[in-house]
C-alpha cells in the first residue's frame, strides 16, 4: 500500500509575548485489496473466524486538528555559588487542542461487523495492512509541555589575575509532557513524560529520559 500524509499550518495570534497557531494533519492510505471477516461454526459447535481478501483499490482517509498556545518566561538571579555569578532559567509552557474523530463510525465506511457474530464486534478492512490506516476510537485532547534550560555566568581568573566571565548552558533542555483525552472511556489522563539534555561545562553529554 501508499502512505501519503499533508499538513497545514498557520499563526492565529502572531504576539511577541503569546503565540497561537492552528494545523491540520491529513492521511491518505492505498491499497490494492482489503479484508471481510466472518465467523463460522461447526457440526461440533466450535467457532472459528475466516478472513477474505478482497481485491480490488481502496482508499481511506483520515485527519486531526490542532490549536496549540505558547509563550516564554525568563528568571533572572544574582546568586554566586561555585565560581558562578548569576543565573538565568527559561521556561516556555505550551497548551494545546486537538480533536480527530472515531473513524470507526459507520458513516466512513472504514469499519465493519463480523458477519455471523452476534457480539457486533468490528474491524477496519484495512487490518494488517503494513502503512496503517484509520483507527478506532474518538480523541479530544488536551496536551500540555514545559520545556526548560538554565544557563550560568561563570567567572573565573587566569594566571595574571584578569577576570575572565564566560556564559555556559547547564541544562540544555528539561521537558516535561502529558495529555488529557475527554473522549477516552477510561485512562483520560496521559503519561507525564520527561525528557532532559545537557552538555555540562562542554565535557560530559548527559540525556535522561
Same mark, same amino acid.
Given at each position: 500500500g501508499l502512505r501519503h500524509t499533508a499538513s497545514i499550518n498557520g499563526n492565529v495570534i502572531p504576539g511577541k509575548t503569546i503565540t497561537g497557531t492552528a494545523a491540520i494533519r491529513l492521511n491518505e492510505f492505498w491499497y490494492p485489496s482489503t479484508i471481510r471477516r466472518r465467523q463460522e461454526t461447526d457440526e461440533s459447535?466450535?467457532?472459528?473466524?475466516?478472513?477474505? *481478501?478482497?481485491?480490488? #483499490?481502496?482508499?481511506?482517509?483520515? #485527519?486531526?486538528? %490542532?490549536?496549540?498556545?505558547?509563550?516564554?518566561?525568563?528568571?533572572?538571579? *544574582?546568586?554566586?555559588?561555585? @565560581?558562578?555569578?548569576?543565573?538565568?532559567?527559561?521556561?516556555?509552557? %505550551? =497548551? /494545546?487542542?486537538? #480533536? %480527530?474523530? $472515531?473513524?470507526? $463510525?459507520? *458513516?466512513? /465506511?472504514? #469499519?465493519?461487523?463480523?458477519?455471523?457474530?452476534?457480539?457486533g464486534r468490528t474491524y477496519s478492512i484495512f487490518e494488517g495492512g503494513i502503512v496503517g490506516g484509520p483507527t478506532a476510537g474518538r480523541? *479530544?485532547?488536551?496536551?500540555?509541555?514545559?520545556?526548560?534550560? =538554565? +544557563?550560568?555566568?561563570?567567572?573565573?581568573? $587566569?594566571?595574571? @589575575?584578569?577576570?575572565?566571565? +564566560?556564559?555556559?548552558?547547564?541544562? $540544555?533542555?528539561? %521537558?516535561?509532557?502529558?495529555?488529557?483525552?475527554?473522549?477516552a472511556e477510561r485512562n483520560k489522563l496521559g503519561n507525564l513524560t520527561a525528557n532532559m539534555r545537557s552538555n555540562i561545562l562542554n565535557k560530559i553529554s548527559v540525556n535522561v529520559n
Open positions: 459447535g466450535r467457532t472459528r473466524t475466516i478472513d477474505e *481478501q478482497i481485491r480490488g #483499490f481502496a482508499a481511506a482517509r483520515t #485527519f486531526t486538528t %490542532s490549536l496549540n498556545f505558547a509563550t516564554t518566561v525568563y528568571g533572572i538571579s *544574582q546568586t554566586k555559588i561555585a @565560581g558562578f555569578e548569576g543565573f538565568r532559567h527559561t521556561v516556555r509552557p %505550551s =497548551l /494545546g487542542v486537538s #480533536f %480527530s474523530p $472515531d473513524f470507526s $463510525d459507520e *458513516q466512513w /465506511g472504514y #469499519f465493519r461487523e463480523v458477519e455471523g457474530d452476534t457480539t480523541s *479530544q485532547s488536551l496536551n500540555l509541555s514545559i520545556n526548560n534550560s =538554565l +544557563e550560568a555566568k561563570r567567572v573565573r581568573r $587566569d594566571t595574571s @589575575g584578569v577576570k575572565k566571565e +564566560e556564559n555556559v548552558r547547564l541544562i $540544555d533542555n528539561l %521537558s516535561l509532557s502529558t495529555n488529557y483525552n475527554f473522549a
